[in-house]
């Protein structure tokens, strides 16, 4: 079965980037179809042929899409695909404006300034992004780094119910607003106050062996993947399509890396592990 992906979400925050990616991967793209038109399309996805990984239809980027019509198309996809997800791009308004400003593209939506323009779309667009299966903030991330997030999540097709990922970060470049679960490894000696380690990253082995030869990291990473072992199912069961799991420490480059490489082994995850900050 052919999967189906609907990418919306806020105006400048992503969608030609995630495009371009997921083109490259093998996905046929369809951009800026109406959606009045879009699941009378889908329907020739149901009769079959070659689509690659699936078919992503990029919608709103005229802007000139109305959000109850967005949701009516999206539950009519939802009942012909049952493979059907909906991917939902945001970015906080100070990037949402600083981008717009670089391009001196104008903003789809009516306002009389640019910022009233991008808080009237956020308003909106406020069920859409409820209703999303995933949303990904682009907002500290550079366009590199969306399209890694893009290829770990949308490599392969179908074969799994729920998609599990794993963030490392650094707590000093902030917080990442798309994540389920969040866990904090700051308690653990930190490498880069040894002079040999602070250069290298916790992908190098004398960093990696250095964190998780400690006891309290082996008594950290034993206590998260016994709780990860049924909290994973039991979301999986509540239908849950996407479950993404950051590890953070002071900057992101040392212990939280180390010890989110570990957990990818241990619970067996098939996706790589998104670095966030491992070369600020």
């Not at 992503?56 to 005229?62: E, K, L, M, N, Y």
């Not at 650094?170 to 994540?179: A, I, N």
């Not at 002079?195 to 082996?218: F, I």
């Not at 994973?232 to 002071?250: D, Q, R, V």
Request: with cysteine; glycine share 8%; net charge negative.
């Amino acid at each position: 079965m052919t999967d189906v992906l609907l990418v919306t979400g806020m105006s400048g925050a992503g969608r030609s980037t995630v495009s371009s990616a997921l083109d490259d991967l093998g996905w046929f793209i369809i951009d800026n179809l109406p959606v009045e038109l879009i699941v009378r399309v889908s329907g020739l996805v149901s009769a079959g042929g070659n689509f690659g990984l699936g078919v992503a239809f990029i919608v709103g980027r005229s802007g000139r899409e109305e959000p109850a019509e967005l949701m009516a198309m999206e539950r009519e996809l939802r009942a012909m695909h049952p493979s059907v997800k909906m991917l939902f791009l945001d970015a906080p308004d100070d990037v949402l404006i600083s981008r717009y400003e670089g391009t001196r593209r104008r903003h789809p939506h009516p306002g009389a300034t640019l910022a009233e323009s991008i808080a009237n779309e956020r308003a909106s667009l406020q069920p859409v992004r409820q209703s999303a299966d995933l949303v990904i903030d682009t907002g500290s991330i550079t366009p590199h780094q969306l399209r890694a997030r893009i290829v770990e999540t949308y490599t392969e097709s179908g074969g799994q119910a729920m998609r599990v990922s794993l963030v490392s970060f650094g707590f000093s470049h902030g917080l990442p607003r798309d994540v389920d679960i969040v866990l904090d490894c700051r308690f653990l000696p930190n490498p880069h106050w040894i002079d040999n380690l602070r250069p290298l990253t916790g992908l190098d082995e004398p960093v990696s062996s250095y964190v998780l030869s400690q006891e309290p990291a082996q008594h950290f990473v034993s206590d998260v993947v016994s709780m990860l072992r049924w909290q994973i199912p039991a979301f999986e069961a509540e239908g849950k399509s996407y479950l993404s799991i950051a590890i953070g420490c002071t900057g992101g480059r040392h212990r939280s890396v180390a010890i989110a490489e570990e957990l990818r082994r241990l619970l067996e995850i098939q996706t790589p592990v998104f670095h966030r900050d491992i070369l600020r």
